[in-house]
């Protein structure tokens, strides 16, 4: 099945991602994909065996486990092939090698995931590959940075520190044009709130780490490519040797079938805390795409079904100590990266010192945070007493 017959399908979107993978009869009448644990498969015959010619032929290449979570995400964002990886990381390595190599040149935005940008800088380099950093608001612009060389456009919509919102279909025009890929970390939006194909993405990359997992319990990346894509995609995957743990894709499994109804609080408590955090006077700037106003907002109107928890605050100026007398003593709030899970988090960033293309000229010191699935008044009481410890350092 293609990624526009996915896409569409004969359910709604709620119903795909409880049933989409899913395979009962298949399993004995289980609800639930069992954990197939298992290196080795059996051939019937010396005839298969040298054939192949069996659906599941070694464990690292795929069991029932694997394909239920595959086909799900497929489904569910319109592609038409899903390879896992061991993380978020390892998606981002794994899309970028199934097309770049030794004398080629990509373009990646300036917003990238800072471990996705230190491949480039030490690995990609290493194997013969330059990497230009492009403003992220550069939109058909970036047509003057191809080359002859360029094999790829990497984005990443809305970054994930400082939350620039891509227009991803002028992105898409001049990759075709070009004849190059369009490449997207879509971690933010997710399969159910950006539709990477319909606006012209070649291959979608997600940190399931993130939402898909959504308990923090699990590292988990997938690879989502259309057709023209997915063979490049798959045979980096296979070559690469990327093979999910059975636990942690069972695990996003159980994940993504309450994904829809987590996102939707993810979304509406994230932007009521924005509205909250915005009318502070200790705020100087919130950055969060779906908030009328802010940067990037009217580009995520038009392309974005919604959106999640993760945003950004930029604080009007502030001392260290007084900010880390903000955070060291939150209660509800903890300090840690990855985000997407039930719990809120809050992090301190400043990319001023690794950004290249772009200048990060903030008023104060930035906060990137997460809103989990706690009461929302709980979080602003958290946070105010944060604020009033913030102003008495």
């Known amino acids: 099945m293609g990624e526009s017959e996915r896409a ?28 197939y644990r298992g290196s080795t498969v059996l051939f019937p015959d010396v005839a298969t065996l040298e054939s192949g010619a069996q659906r599941y032929t070694y464990g690292r290449k795929g ?42 040149h990509i373009l990646v935005t300036d917003s990238v995931y800072r471990p996705a940008r230190h491949f480039c800088d030490t ?10 950093y492009y403003d992220p608001h550069a939109g058909a612009e970036i047509a003057g940075l191809v080359r002859p060389n360029t094999r790829l456009i990497y984005a990443e919509s809305p970054g994930s520190q400082t939350f620039e919102v ?149 604080l009007k100026p502030a001392a260290p100590k007084a900010v880390s007398a903000m955070l060291d003593h939150l209660e509800l709030f903890g300090m840690g990266y990855s985000w997407g899970g039930y719990e809120s988090l809050v992090v301190p960033f400043d990319p001023s010192g690794y950004r290249t293309a772009t200048r990060w000229a903030a008023e104060g010191p930035a906060l990137r945070i997460h809103i989990g699935l706690e009461d929302v008044e709980d979080l602003k009481r958290d946070l105010a007493a944060g604020f009033d410890r913030l102003k008495a350092a």
Not at 123 to 132: A, H, I, N, P
Not at 258 to 265: A, N, P, W, Y
Request: contains cysteine.
């Open 63 to 104: 069991s029932p486990t694997i394909s239920a979570l595959e086909e799900a995400l497929a489904a569910l964002e319109g592609g038409h092939r899903t390879v896992l990886a061991p993380s978020g990381l390892a998606a981002v390595t794994t899309a970028l090698l199934a097309f770049a190599g030794a004398g080629d």
């Open 8 to 35: 569409k399908g004969p359910h709604g979107e709620a119903t795909q991602i409880v049933h989409a993978g899913r395979n009962p009869a298949e399993q004995h009448g289980f609800v639930n994909t069992p954990v």
């Open 166 to 314: 891509q227009d991803i279909p002028a992105l898409a025009k001049v990759a075709r044009a070009r004849d190059i890929r369009l490449l997207m970390d879509n971690t933010w939006g997710t399969q159910l709130y950006f539709k990477a194909f319909e606006h012209g993405v070649d291959v979608s990359i997600h940190a399931a780490t993130k939402y898909v997992v959504g308990h923090s319990d699990a590292m988990l990346g997938a690879v989502t490519a259309n057709e023209r894509s997915a063979k490049a995609v798959v045979d980096a995957a296979q070559t690469l040797g990327m093979a999910a743990g059975t636990e942690e894709i069972f695990l996003g499994l159980r994940g993504l079938r309450t994904m829809g109804v987590r996102l939707e609080h993810h979304w509406r408590a994230g932007l009521e805390m924005a509205r909250w955090l915005a009318a502070r006077p200790e705020v100087a700037q919130v950055l969060h795409p779906a908030l009328p106003g802010a940067p990037g907002h009217e580009l995520w109107k038009r392309d974005f079904k919604g959106a999640c928890g993760l945003f950004g605050v930029v």
């Open 123 to 132: 690995m990609l380099k290493r194997l013969g590959v330059e990497t230009t």
